[in-house]
Each structure stands twice: as structure tokens, then as C-alpha cells.
């Protein structure tokens, strides 16, 4: 593993159905971020962890669920997944080192709920 | 309220030329600016980046200009290749954030005609 991996690199998933992204990095990277990025919306976060064991919410947490057991894992859970989440979704990390606030991104994952 | 803008959705320059991309933003915490490059299927990729106690950033053929007291940035490419055709995404993050969060434009796409 070089950098960030994310699974599956695509899905189509009924509505109503449980979906875990999973998200790996190998650069002991402190931060790791959720975005989902829409035609003409850009990227917007979703949640985000500062350092394994906490996480926090972003621009659009709802309907979103992570965790951060370690530093290299940060899966994101769609507890009931619906149409609206039908996204590309990106995980990056970020090594905790001011001022350098760059994030490294993954591949992407593209979502389409039907 | 969008507080990172790129108004120009679209972009097309001629190889050899100059590209010029443009970014406002409305919040006079950010401090921290990013531009990033991204092709199709493939996750976001850090481009060049400046803090808020410059103007200007040079990075081989890219170079980033902020003007603070018009809350403005600009990455001017030059010369422009074929390559660098992808859309463009400008970022803000603000010191004392904690997880230094990256707000996103929603991307200016850059097509550069051989």
C-alpha cells in the first residue's frame, strides 16, 4: 500500500441497504476526512478526525457515520443509504504539522444509491 | 453561504499560453490557501499552496497570487500543456481550526487546445 486506499472503488446499492467506504492510509498521517463531491458542488466535507479515537462532523454529517479505532483506517458508514447519497466519495489524510495544511487524497469511491 | 468561490466554470487557452484561475472568498479567517488538480476517475492532487503572510508562490510553471485586501487568489499557468487540462479546485483552511478543514470551490475546469 502506497498512500491512500479506498474501497470499493465502485457500488450500486439499493436504498434502504447498510454501506461501509473503507478508507486506508500508510503514512501515519494524524487527520483523516470524508468528502463527497457533486456535479457543480465541488467537495464537501462530511466528517473528519483529528487523531484516532476522535472524529467530528463536517459540512454535510447527516445521514454519515465514522470511526477511528487507528490511525491508518477511517471507514464511513451509510446506515440507510438513500437517491441524495448518490456521490463520488473521497477520504484523504493530513500529517498534523502547522502550517502545511495540504490533505492527500484517495481514488474515490462512486456511490449510486437506487 | 459559499464562502470559497470560483465563478468561472469552465476555462479554454491555447497551449503556450497563460491560464489564469480565479478564487474569491467572503472569510477574513482563512489564512491558508490551496489549489488542487484533478482528472477524471481520479482523486483530488495538491497543486501549490500560500499563507496569508505572502502574495505570491511560485512552483516551476505555477505560480499563486493572493491579494488579502480583496480577498482574492489567482494560479496563473505558464506556459499551458495539454496535461494540464483537469478541473482546478481552490481551498481555504484557517489557523485554530483544529483540524484544519479545507473549504472547496467547486472547480473551474481547464481545457488547454493543442
Known amino acids: 500500500i502506497a498512500g491512500i486506499t479506498q474501497a470499493p472503488t465502485s457500488q450500486i446499492l439499493a436504498a434502504g441497504r447498510r454501506m461501509t467506504l473503507r478508507c486506508t492510509q500508510d503514512?501515519?498521517?494524524?487527520?483523516m476526512y470524508w468528502y463527497r463531491q457533486d456535479l457543480g458542488l465541488g467537495l464537501r466535507l462530511i466528517h473528519y478526525s483529528n487523531t484516532a479515537g476522535t472524529t467530528g462532523k463536517g459540512e454535510v454529517p447527516d445521514g454519515y457515520s465514522v470511526s477511528r479505532a487507528n490511525t491508518d483506517d477511517f471507514p464511513l458508514t451509510l446506515a440507510s443509504a438513500v437517491p441524495s447519497q448518490t456521490s463520488v466519495y473521497f477520504c484523504?489524510?493530513?500529517?498534523?504539522?502547522?502550517?502545511?495544511?495540504?490533505?492527500?487524497f484517495g481514488p474515490g469511491t462512486r456511490l449510486t444509491v437506487l | 453561504d459559499q464562502q470559497v468561490k470560483q465563478n468561472s466554470p469552465s476555462l479554454s487557452v491555447q497551449e503556450g499560453r497563460i491560464s489564469i484561475l480565479n478564487c474569491d472568498y467572503t472569510?477574513?479567517?482563512?489564512?491558508?490557501f490551496l489549489w488542487y488538480k484533478k482528472y477524471p476517475a481520479e482523486g483530488p492532487t495538491f497543486l501549490i499552496s500560500?499563507?496569508?503572510?505572502?502574495d505570491k508562490n511560485e512552483d516551476g510553471r505555477f505560480t499563486v497570487f493572493l491579494n488579502k485586501s480583496a480577498k482574492h487568489l489567482s494560479l496563473h499557468i505558464v506556459p499551458s500543456q495539454p496535461g494540464d487540462s483537469a478541473v482546478y479546485f481552490c481551498?481555504?483552511?484557517?489557523?485554530?481550526?483544529?483540524?484544519?478543514?479545507?473549504?472547496f470551490g467547486k472547480g473551474t475546469k481547464l481545457s488547454v487546445i493543442p
Open positions: 503514512m501515519r498521517h494524524n487527520a
Open positions: 500560500i499563507s496569508s503572510i505572502k
Open positions: 481551498a481555504a483552511s484557517k489557523a485554530g481550526a483544529g483540524s484544519y478543514q479545507l473549504t
Open positions: 472569510n477574513s479567517m482563512f489564512d491558508y
Open positions: 484523504a489524510s493530513r500529517l498534523n504539522r502547522a502550517p502545511y495544511n495540504e490533505q492527500f
